[in-house]
């Protein structure tokens, strides 16, 4: 997907809808059957590449990667 294509989404999704993609991704990430660590490593590489790492983790739990790690059990 490109960005003009998320803008697009941004600009004229109903709440409903964004809600609907939430949902989605929430049961994908629950259902998906990869080991939590392989998860995990992968997502840490990802953040290696991104500049707004910390942003994606905030909109997807409201905690940047460094208070993640000091959550930790």
């Not at 949902?23 to 990430?29: F, K, P, R, V």
């Amino acid at each position: 997907m490109n960005k003009e294509q998320i803008e697009s989404i941004l600009n004229n999704a109903s709440e409903e809808y964004l809600e609907s993609f939430f949902e989605t991704l929430l049961n994908e990430i629950n259902s998906d059957d990869e080991p939590y660590f392989k998860k995990a490593r992968q997502l840490l590489l990802a953040s290696l590449n991104n500049k707004q790492a910390d942003d994606f983790f905030i909109a997807l739990c409201g905690w940047n990667l460094e208070s993640l790690f000091s959550r930790m059990i």
